[in-house]
Each structure stands twice: as C-alpha cells, then as structure tokens.
C-alpha cells in the first residue's frame, strides 16, 4: 500500500490528528519543565500512570482513565506544586515516586492477572513501549484528546507570560504579587493529564523524551523564550506526523519512530548550533 | 508613617529561630544596608520583607501608599537562568508581571515602562540579545531593569555585586547610588562590601548576636560597629 491509501484509512487520520495535538501540548510544557530542572517528571509521572492502569486493570475497572487520571494528577501535585517545601526534593522525589509505582504496578499485575489476559509481558510491554494503541483510537478517545489538547494550548497562551516569568525567577515572581502557588498547581495538573494522554501514544517509557527532545533541540539555535517555545512546538509536530507516516509505512512501532524523528532533529540542531558558535 | 516597618520581627525556619526581635524603619530617600556573618540571617530578613517567608512573629508593614506588591527585588542569580534562553527584553517586560493581574498579555504601557528602564540601565544596545551571553555586570543591570519595572520606589537588593570583578562592582555601586539620590529611590541592600556599604549607604542594619540599626555615622563608634570594623582591619 502507498502513503496516499494509508492517509485514506479512518484509524490512521485519527493516528495522526491525536498524535499531533499530543505532541504539541507536550512540547509547550516541555521548555519550561527542561529549564526548571524537571526532565524526569514525564518518565515519574508516567510510571505513576502506568502503575494505576494496573490496579485498575485487576479491579476490573472497564474505564481506566477514571482512577489513572486522578492518581498522576495527584503525584503531579505532590511533586511540582509542594515543591521548594518538601523535605525530599526534586529528582529523589521523582525518582521515588515512579520507582515505587511501576514496582507496585507490575508485582500487582502479576499477582492477580486480569481476566482474559493471558500474556501480561506483552501487555506491560505495550503500555511502556506504546504498541499499536495509537492505531486502536476509539471515537471517544479521540474527541477527548482533542478537547484536552484545546484546553492546554489555550492556557499556554493565556498564561505565556506568567509562566515565563515562573520560570525564569519564582521569588520575584511571587515577590511582585504573582500567585505562583496556583500557577504551578495548574501547571502540574495540565503535566499530568498531557501525560496520561501521551501514554496511548508513545508508551509511558517514551513521554520524556516528547516532553525533552523538542525543547533543547530548539534551545542549540533559539535565544529567546518566545522562539524557543514556538520552535519546540514545530519540531514536535513534525517529528510526531514523520513518525506516524514512517511508521505505518515501515510497520516499525509508532512511539520508537517518533522519538528517533526527534533524536534526528536534535543531533541537527545542535550541528548546527555549533557551527554558528565557530 | 515609615516607607518600611518592621515591628518585633522574629525569624526562622521550622520553628527554630534564626533572628529575633528585629525592629527598624525605612523612611522614603534612605539607602539602608544590611550586614552581618554569614548565616545570620541577611536574605532571610530580606525574603520575609518581601512576604516570601512569614515571620515566627512580628509583622512587617509598608506606608506611604506602598504595596506589598510594588517592591522592586533583585535576588541572587539562580541555576536556573545561567543557561535560560531569554532575551533581555523579555525578562525587563517580566518586570511589570505583578500589575497585570488576571489580564493575559502586557499593554503599551507596561512595554513602554520596559524600555525606559532598559534606557536607563543603559542596555539598549543589548534588548535582544540572548541572557545567557551577557557578562555577569550586564546581566545584574538586566535584573536591575526588571526590579525597576516593578517599583517607583523601593528597592530590596541581595548581593547585588557578588561575583562581579572590581571595575565593575564601582560601576554598579554608582548605579544604585544614583538611582537613589538622583531617583529618589529608596534602597535595601545586603552586603559583604562593609567599605563600599559606609561609603554610600546612609543608614546600617547590622544582624548577628548584636543588632543595630542607625545612621552610617553612628554605627562607627557604636559597640556593635567598632569591634567589626577594628576585626576586618578597617580603619573606622
């Protein structure tokens, strides 16, 4: 089959409209997490996820996304919004959190295998990697990607300033009257729903690498905050539509070929940036 | 009333305390350094005036028609924005962030606002350059630009020349000096710089074991402020 016959197919247009959106929302969010020290978030937070999809899968639940959505908004929260005050700080916090939760997730998995799936490998294979759960979309899936995706791209530019000035200096930021409490409570939440999002794309081992690659790759050339979040948001999409295409094309699995388009583009960026600095 | 009062302050964190009973006043036009050793609590004082920390006890109030919110700060650098990519219009805008409220975008004023104070740091040359390429004198004067957007009248500085080579640090005193006498800005600063601090501060806040607070001329022959200064060498 050509590419025209794929484009053709219903599975593959929703593929690579919630790809897109995905990818988008999680670049926006990725420059400010990279400057503020918090790669990892997306990789804690996606384990968190990955852990609640398997209670809920031993619960029975038929609709996961009612525990799971909860459950990351809550690390999330408890990360990023407790912040400068926790007593254990940042990356151990990170690292705590999604070691505990994927440990939890796959001892539960095994200990009571859901009904009717006999191959839990392959199953936990498949919320990591991302499998083919892309190309399964239902409808229902698809409009509520596309209404969250809406919703984050409207507060990324509602609230662009503000969260450039969060980023860039929290004490003057709060110190002028700014409520960076509420911001990086809204910010946290927003993290969390992109990434139980962007399990179904890439698998919950490959979000970081959505939410980093885009962002330092437009960092090797862009200067400025504006450029670099603009920039971090084509480079993503384009990654994520090259991805899809070459993945339906080639059958290699959808989340692996997007996060190599983005590896690709950021070894480029940054020859680039460096032949500038010569 | 006072620009700045601080009534019995008591600080700390977790409830150990750091310093207690703190009180002084900051009038309009004083240039009021804070010194102490290390760890005696100088960023503290300076974070709990800013409404940052709340304090053990005490309670600190602004006059005048001064808003908690329309103090201008220049903290120390962070992590953080040593590789930040920001042009330097960008962070003197972020500036004005504390009077835009819920409104989403700046107004023509809060721009115009920017690049006055970008005229008079003078840095107009550099507003589009990249933050993280900027020498540490250019980037302080960038930070100062940015505190100017958010005060016409108080300044709280923390360290501001830490780091800086010595040229530069006269230049950056000269600076602040001017935007107080000339501005008439008022001016908070802790300093390391005791020499630099009796040079152009008119008013001294010593923090440690013995507080004072007084005018520079009195803190010379004052009990706290003589042992310093004959330990540090310096005449007085």
């Known amino acids: 089959m050509s590419l025209s016959d794929y484009l053709q197919m219903s599975f593959v247009q929703?593929?690579?409209?919630?790809?897109?959106?995905?990818?988008?929302?999680?670049?926006?969010?990725?420059?400010?997490?990279?400057?503020?020290?918090?790669?990892?978030?997306?990789?804690g937070l996606s384990h968190v996820a990955f852990g609640a999809m398997a209670v809920a899968a031993v619960a029975g639940l038929t609709n996961d996304m009612l525990l799971v959505m909860p459950v990351t908004i809550g690390c999330a929260i408890l990360?990023?919004?407790?912040?400068?005050?926790?007593?254990?700080?940042?990356?151990?916090?990170?690292?705590?959190?999604?070691?505990?939760?994927?440990?939890?997730?796959?001892?539960?998995?095994?200990?009571?295998?859901?009904?009717?799936?006999?191959?839990?490998?392959g199953d936990v294979c498949s919320t990591l990697f991302g499998g083919t759960s892309i190309l399964t979309l239902t409808n229902l899936e698809v409009w509520l990607s596309i209404a969250l995706s809406v919703v984050v791209v409207a507060f990324f530019i509602l609230f662009y300033h503000k969260i450039f000035a969060v980023t860039f200096d929290e004490s003057f930021a709060?110190?002028?009257?700014?409520?960076?409490?509420?911001?990086?409570?809204?910010?946290?939440?927003?993290?969390?729903?992109?990434?139980?999002?962007?399990?179904?794309?890439?698998?919950?081992?490959?979000?970081?690498?959505?939410?980093?690659?885009?962002?330092?790759?437009?960092?090797?050339?862009?200067?400025?905050?504006?450029?670099?979040?603009?920039?971090?948001?084509?480079?993503?999409?384009?990654c994520a539509v090259t991805g899809i295409l070459c993945a339906a094309l080639l059958g290699t699995p959808v989340g692996s070929t997007i996060v190599v388009a983005d590896i690709a583009v950021f070894a480029l960026f940054s020859l680039l940036g460096f032949l500038r600095a010569r | 009333?006072?620009?700045l009062s601080c009534q019995d302050l008591s600080l700390g964190y977790e409830g150990?305390?750091?310093?207690?009973?703190?009180?002084?006043?900051?009038?309009?036009?004083?240039?009021?350094?804070?010194?102490?050793?290390?760890?005696?609590?100088?960023?503290?004082?300076?974070?709990?005036?800013?409404?940052?920390?709340?304090?053990?006890?005490?309670?600190?109030?602004?006059?005048?028609?001064?808003?908690?919110?329309e103090i201008g700060y220049l903290p120390q650098q962070t992590?953080?924005?040593?590789?930040?990519?920001?042009?330097?219009?960008?962070?003197?805008?972020?500036?004005?962030?504390?009077?835009?409220?819920?409104?989403?975008?700046?107004?023509?004023?809060?721009?115009?606002?920017?690049?006055?104070?970008?005229r008079r740091m003078e840095i107009e040359p550099l507003a589009q350059r990249c933050y993280r390429e900027l020498s540490g004198g250019q980037q302080q004067r960038v930070l100062l630009a940015r505190a100017l957007?958010?005060?016409?009248?108080?300044?709280?500085?923390?360290?501001?020349?830490?780091?800086?080579?010595?040229?530069?640090?006269?230049?950056?005193?000269?600076?602040?000096?001017?935007?107080?006498?000339?501005?008439?800005?008022?001016?908070?600063?802790?300093?390391?710089?005791?020499?630099?601090?009796l040079r152009y501060a008119t008013h001294i806040l010593h923090i440690g074991a013995r507080i004072y607070c007084g005018s520079v001329t009195d803190y010379l022959s004052s009990e706290t402020g003589a042992p310093w200064l004959m330990k540090g060498g310096r005449k007085a």
């Open chain 1, 14 to 43: 929703n593929a690579l409209l919630v790809g897109v959106l995905v990818a988008l929302c999680a670049s926006l969010l990725g420059v400010t997490l990279v400057l503020r020290r918090f790669s990892f978030i997306g990789d």
């Open chain 1, 79 to 121: 990360l990023l919004a407790a912040g400068t005050n926790a007593k254990i700080k940042g990356d151990a916090a990170v690292a705590m959190i999604s070691v505990g939760a994927l440990a939890i997730g796959y001892l539960l998995m095994n200990l009571f295998p859901p009904k009717g799936k006999a191959n839990i490998s």
């Open chain 1, 174 to 238: 709060a110190a002028t009257g700014a409520n960076t409490r509420l911001y990086n409570l809204v910010i946290a939440v927003i993290i969390a729903v992109v990434i139980v999002l962007s399990m179904k794309l890439v698998g919950s081992l490959l979000i970081s690498a959505l939410i980093v690659f885009p962002a330092l790759s437009a960092m090797r050339l862009f200067k400025s905050f504006r450029t670099v979040s603009i920039c971090a948001a084509c480079i993503s999409v384009i």
């Open chain 2, 1 to 3: 009333m006072a620009l």
């Open chain 2, 16 to 69: 150990k305390p750091i310093l207690e009973h703190i009180s002084f006043e900051v009038n309009a036009g004083d240039y009021l350094c804070i010194v102490g050793e290390n760890g005696s609590g100088k960023s503290t004082l300076m974070k709990t005036i800013l409404g940052l920390i709340r304090p053990m006890k005490g309670r600190v109030e602004t006059g005048e028609g001064l808003r908690q919110n």
């Open chain 2, 79 to 118: 992590l953080v924005q040593r590789d930040f990519p920001a042009s330097v219009y960008e962070i003197v805008l972020s500036g004005c962030q504390g009077r835009q409220g819920l409104r989403p975008f700046y107004t023509k004023a809060d721009k115009a606002l920017a690049w006055e104070n970008i």
């Open chain 2, 149 to 197: 957007c958010a005060t016409r009248k108080l300044l709280l500085l923390d360290e501001p020349v830490a780091g800086l080579d010595p040229r530069v640090t006269t230049e950056m005193y000269q600076l602040i000096a001017n935007l107080n006498r000339k501005d008439g800005i008022t001016v908070v600063m802790i300093s390391h710089d005791l020499e630099a601090a």
